[in-house]
């Protein structure tokens, strides 16, 4: 999801304090925030937060202290989620222009969809990035690590590298995205190195109980890169992150979305049922098995007790993400752990939001996400102005 709320000069105001204030009545174990870009040049989508490396205005840390505050005014922690999108991020969108070209570890352009008008539409709304020097590297190393010792002076509780959905880091960890062969490519060790950095350099400027975590896809992972995966999940785990949430998904592949998956064949069976509501099941309980010190949350479609209690006991995971759920009941915990409520009450229905026609005729996958996210946003923008939200 994405708030999608931020004006010009990103920084939240009342609508953030609004929208995470409601949230935090709601019994959350914790709040995630959507992406705090850590480079305000380049933003995942127009209406992205972002921290800058310069010391802000007194009013603009005020206001970063009063977001922090209101997620956390009940008692519930909140982790800032920061981002850089790379490649991701759509021309015009951050301080860098219009004609500004995006960066990313390897020149390798994004693929939204099939045909040359997918193409086309690629060339317009993304452009071709450009390679990272190490210079540059070691830039955004410093920006993620700027941007966690500013959030925790603000009041965060910790924050989670977004190493999923195919933003930056996401595009290093990849062979598919990083095609370098200098020390940040051409072993997955050497792909991870960024990550592992950030971490390292984090850890030594922020409190000893700031909890650092870590977003991974899972999704688009296949045979072949599997055990590249678990390798670079090993080294994470080593350089002693408190979380690793599973997630999966790009803007070539919006699998977080729930599109991309093939269609299952409906059943009577809470099994069933369970199963089909987490997207990374299975990925997860490997993790699980080769890493059991390390904390997992998983992410991704669930919305019903049954499906939660399903992931906890069959020792998926120590936690559970809810998203979409979120928006639609905000009180979410309560319906799920009171036990008023039977297990056929405790649980959201959520409809598909309809893919536009014509990105349906131009193939063109990115939308499919774009228009759950845009629904979702809507939502949020709802609830900040006091106002009802409802399903798809």
């Known amino acids: 999801m994405a708030e999608a709320m931020a004006d010009k000069t990103r920084v939240p105001d009342q609508k953030f304090t609004r929208a995470y204030g409601e949230w935090g009545k709601g019994r959350w174990g914790a709040l995630l925030t959507g992406n705090i870009q850590v480079d305000p040049r380049n933003l995942g989508n127009y209406y992205d937060l972002a921290?800058?490396?310069?010391?802000?205005?007194?009013?603009?840390?005020?206001?970063?202290?009063?977001?922090?505050?209101?997620?956390?005014?009940?008692?519930?922690?909140?982790?800032?989620?920061?981002?850089?999108?790379?490649?991701?991020?759509?021309?015009?969108?951050?301080?860098?222009?219009?004609?500004?070209?995006?960066?990313?570890?390897?020149?390798?352009?994004?693929?939204?969809?099939?045909?040359?008008?997918?193409?086309?539409?690629?060339?317009?709304?993304?452009?071709?990035?450009?390679?990272?020097?190490?210079?540059?590297?070691?830039?955004?190393?410093?920006?993620?690590?700027?941007?966690?010792?500013?959030?925790?002076?603000?009041?965060?509780?910790?924050?989670?590298?977004?190493?999923?959905?195919?933003?930056?880091?996401?595009?290093?960890?990849?062979?598919?995205?990083?095609?370098?062969?200098?020390?940040?490519?051409?072993?997955?060790?050497?792909?991870?190195?960024?990550?592992?950095?950030?971490?390292?350099?984090?850890?030594?400027?922020?409190?000893?109980?700031?909890?650092?975590?870590?977003?991974?896809?899972?999704?688009?992972?296949?045979?072949?890169?599997?055990?590249?995966?678990?390798?670079?999940?090993?080294?994470?785990?080593?350089s002693g992150i408190d979380f690793l949430e599973v997630s999966g998904g790009t803007y070539e592949d919006p699998t977080m979305m729930g599109r991309g998956l093939k269609e299952e064949i409906a059943s009577e069976t809470v099994q069933r049922t369970a199963a089909r509501e987490a997207f990374f099941f299975d990925f997860a309980k490997e993790t699980r098995r080769r890493f059991p010190g390390l904390i997992l949350m998983l992410t991704g479609g669930f919305r019903s007790r049954q499906g939660i209690q399903a992931a906890l006991k069959g020792g998926a995971c120590d936690i559970v993400g809810i998203g979409r759920p979120a928006v639609v009941c905000p009180n979410f915990p309560e319906l799920i752990m009171d036990d008023k409520y039977t297990d056929d009450e405790a649980k959201v229905i959520l409809g598909k939001v309809p893919t536009p026609l014509w990105a349906r005729i131009f193939q063109i996958r990115v939308l499919g996400g774009g228009a759950e996210t845009q629904f979702y946003a809507g939502q949020i923008k709802r609830m900040a102005t006091g106002y009802a939200t409802h399903a798809p």
């Not at 999108?85 to 021309?91: I, L, N, T």
């Not at 410093?142 to 195919?166: D, I, M, T």
């Not at 350099?201 to 599997?226: M, Q, W, Y």
């Open 51 to 238: 921290t800058r490396e310069s010391a802000p205005r007194e009013d603009q840390l005020n206001a970063w202290k009063q977001y922090a505050a209101s997620c956390q005014e009940q008692g519930t922690p909140a982790i800032a989620q920061i981002c850089h999108p790379g490649r991701q991020s759509p021309r015009g969108a951050g301080e860098r222009g219009i004609f500004g070209t995006p960066i990313a570890p390897s020149p390798v352009p994004l693929k939204i969809g099939e045909g040359c008008a997918a193409t086309i539409i690629r060339n317009i709304a993304f452009d071709v990035p450009k390679e990272m020097t190490v210079s540059d590297i070691k830039q955004v190393v410093q920006q993620f690590v700027n941007s966690a010792r500013f959030l925790a002076e603000c009041g965060f509780a910790g924050v989670e590298l977004h190493a999923a959905h195919g933003y930056l880091l996401s595009q290093f960890l990849s062979p598919k995205s990083n095609i370098r062969h200098d020390k940040y490519g051409g072993s997955p060790e050497a792909r991870a190195r960024i990550v592992l950095e950030i971490i390292k350099e984090t850890r030594a400027v922020v409190p000893e109980n700031f909890c650092i975590g870590l977003k991974l896809n899972s999704a688009d992972h296949s045979a072949s890169d599997f055990e590249d995966t678990m390798k670079q999940i090993g080294l994470f785990a080593e």
